[in-house]
């Protein structure tokens, strides 16, 4: 069963503090990991998609980085409106669909204070 | 502008209701996913709908039902015999192909109340 676990549940930074969040995965064959921001009630937002080890995408004052048994979302220099919270997905190896849903963590929830 | 939409964004129904969550995407995209969210646990997967009339269950799909007649619309129906309706539904849209991953893009959400 694949299984995504973030860490830590949540975080207070101040601003300017940079950190990391880290997300571990199982997975049977990973086709993608993806990183969403989500803010109270609403819909969760795409940020980066990572497809195999190594691979590092950045924007703003997000880089997301992958390993062959985790993921980290690194914040450098955080603002107030950086506080949300963010999500790690997996999506497994191909099973004859072609689309298949995510398998998604917990969340960590992110507060930036001023 | 191009996006997903999902209506109402609060819904309140008595238990023993059967209710529909509408969710319309402009996107073009092939691929349409619902997902519930409650407080303190991920999003799990419902339904999920890679082309026109054909859909496939997800993790948790006792008492929801779907359809997917236009490419455009995948509507989700809670029916009574779902045991915990009250939740936050999401609805998702995606490119789909054999050799590809691609990111989800989700709409508002609906927050289904039942009572």
């Known amino acids: 069963e694949d299984q995504v676990t973030q860490s830590p549940e949540a975080l207070r930074l101040q601003e300017g503090e940079s950190s990391s969040l880290n997300c571990s995965y199982t997975v049977s064959g990973l086709r993608g990991l993806f990183w969403y921001r989500q803010d109270p009630g609403k819909g969760p937002e795409f940020l980066f998609t990572?497809?195999?080890a190594g691979e590092e995408k950045e924007k703003e004052r997000l880089k997301a980085t992958l390993t062959k048994k985790e993921s980290f979302l690194h914040i450098t220099a955080p603002k107030p409106e950086d506080s949300a919270t963010y999500l790690c997905?997996?999506?497994?190896?191909?099973?004859?669909?072609?689309?298949?849903?995510?398998?998604f963590g917990k969340g960590t929830h992110l507060i930036i204070q001023p | 502008d191009g996006g997903i939409t999902q209506s109402p964004k609060y819904l309140f129904r008595k238990e023993g209701q059967n209710v529909t969550l509408s969710c319309e995407q402009n996107l073009n995209h092939d691929a349409m996913y619902w997902y519930r969210q409650d407080p303190g646990q991920g999003l799990r997967l419902i339904y999920y709908s890679q082309i026109v009339n054909d859909f496939q269950k997800g993790d948790i799909a006792e008492g929801y039902s779907v359809s997917r007649e236009k490419k455009e619309s995948f509507p989700l129906t809670v029916t009574s015999a779902q045991k915990n309706p009250t939740a936050f539904y999401l609805c998702a849209s995606s490119k789909s192909g054999r050799a590809g991953s691609y990111e989800q893009y989700f709409g508002p959400g609906t927050r289904l109340t039942v009572t």
């Open positions: 990572l497809y195999s």
């Open positions: 997905a997996v999506q497994a190896g191909y099973s004859g669909g072609g689309a298949d849903g995510l398998t």
